[in-house]
Nanobody
């Protein structure tokens, strides 16, 4: 069983930056994929970024060029660097982990989320 704990959410002004962290109890290098997702009030959860075991990375269209996902296998931690934040980035951000291709088998583990609020 893998446990994921997110941290780093905060209130930030538009144009600002934040770095989110996801600490995993398991060995993330053995995971097929690690990801970040977000859910804004009244909206469906959406993929923000995902990094695969072969280092391939996918980003959601709304964050391309502004957000960067990375991982530190030695620390079993995945990061999300968020720059040029906009009010529409306000959401609860969730970390995820998948043992197999999530497109085929779904996501195996979720964190409880961390709140990011972008407002002046």
């Amino acid at each position: 069983q893998v446990q994921l704990v997110e941290s780093g959410g905060d209130l930030v002004q538009p144009g600002g930056s934040l770095r989110l962290s996801c600490a995993a109890s398991g060995i993330i290098s053995s995971m097929y994929a690690m990801g970040w997702h977000r859910q804004a009030p009244g909206k469906q959860r959406e993929l923000v970024a995902r990094v695969f075991s072969d280092d391939k990375i996918n980003y959601g269209d709304s964050v391309k060029g502004r957000f960067t996902i990375s991982r530190d296998n030695a620390k079993n931690t995945v990061y999300l660097q968020m720059n040029s934040l906009k009010p529409e980035d306000t959401a609860v951000y969730y970390c995820s982990a998948s043992d197999r291709d999530p497109a085929l088998y779904g996501i195996d583990y979720w964190g409880k989320g961390t709140l990011v609020t972008v407002s002046s």
